[in-house]
């Protein structure tokens, strides 16, 4: 049995892919989310690895999905423990002693924001609504603050120690109403970055709340063709 291993992204929620888990349960595997500290100023990127290397354990058929500032966490667990692919959805992609709070600089990510946003007639001031839940059903939105957690400055600052990407099937999956990270500006950074094409669904930023269906669909795709 494949067990996918999902790494949430700012806040650390592992409830984010609550309505992902059973799609990806009903096809026969595994899917585990991983609940992270996002709002624990003590907690940095060795910490969150060691809990999703704890959530692992002895698993040996493992599919880690990044989400977000998951990104950052995703390679350090490669280095760790033997994963099978590595799926990023909508992530922050490091380089090897990059920090998360430079990538946005270093990617050029808020320029993309603005530019995209500028094109698409909404507002280019950051608001949760606009850039977050745009597209999510009002019913999970309600939900949602139930499990918000603001991420602690203190992730921003740990360097991501990594020599290199794994051997294995990497993966980058894009929402292709990202307003966050503009789907055209995360091809870039995929090319750039990873030598990498993407796939686009359909969904915004949290494309595993607002439209599970077609983000299973990817996932179990890969899991068949590897």
């Given at each position: 049995?494949?067990s996918?291993?999902l790494?949430p992204?700012a806040?650390?929620?592992?409830w984010?892919w609550h309505?992902?888990?059973?799609?990806?349960?009903?096809?026969?595997n595994?899917?585990v989310?991983?609940?992270?500290p996002?709002?624990d100023e003590n907690?940095?990127?060795?910490?969150?690895?060691e809990?999703?290397?704890?959530?692992?354990?002895?698993?040996?058929?493992?599919v880690?999905?990044?989400?977000s500032?998951?990104?950052?966490?995703?390679?350090?667990?490669?280095q760790r423990v033997?994963?099978?692919?590595?799926?990023?959805?909508n992530?922050?992609i490091?380089?090897p002693g990059?920090?998360?709070?430079n990538?946005?600089?270093n990617?050029?990510s808020?320029?993309?924001?603005?530019?995209?946003a500028?094109q698409?007639?909404?507002?280019?001031?950051?608001?949760?609504?606009?850039?977050?839940f745009?597209?999510v059903?009002?019913?999970?939105t309600?939900?949602?603050?139930?499990?918000d957690?603001?991420?602690?400055q203190?992730?921003?600052?740990?360097?991501?120690?990594?020599?290199k990407?794994?051997?294995?099937p990497i993966?980058?999956?894009?929402g292709?109403d990202?307003r966050?990270?503009p789907?055209?500006f995360q091809e870039r950074?995929?090319r750039?970055?990873l030598?990498q094409?993407?796939?686009?669904?359909?969904g915004?930023?949290?494309v595993?709340?607002?439209n599970?269906?077609?983000?299973a669909?990817?996932?179990?795709?890969y899991?068949?063709?590897?």
């Open positions: 049995m494949t996918f291993v790494i992204g806040g650390g929620a592992a984010y309505r992902l888990v059973p799609l990806l349960e009903r096809a026969g595994e899917a989310p991983v609940d992270l996002g709002d907690a940095g990127l060795d910490e969150y690895a809990l999703v290397v704890r959530a692992i354990g002895d698993r040996s058929d493992v880690l999905v990044a989400q500032l998951g990104g950052f966490t995703a390679p350090l667990v490669c033997p994963v099978r692919q590595l799926v990023f959805v992530a922050m490091p380089l990059e920090t998360a709070g990538w946005g600089k990617t050029g808020d320029k993309a924001r603005n530019a995209a500028k698409g007639g909404y507002s280019t001031e950051f608001d949760v609504s606009t850039y977050f745009h597209d059903p009002d019913s999970v309600r939900e949602a603050e139930n499990h957690r603001e991420e602690a203190t992730i921003f600052k740990k360097v991501c120690q990594f020599e990407w794994p051997d294995i993966h980058v999956v894009v292709n990202d966050l990270f789907a055209d950074v995929a750039e970055r030598d094409s993407v796939d686009r669904v359909p915004g930023h949290l595993a709340l607002s599970p269906e077609p983000l669909a990817l996932l179990l795709g899991l068949r063709a590897h």
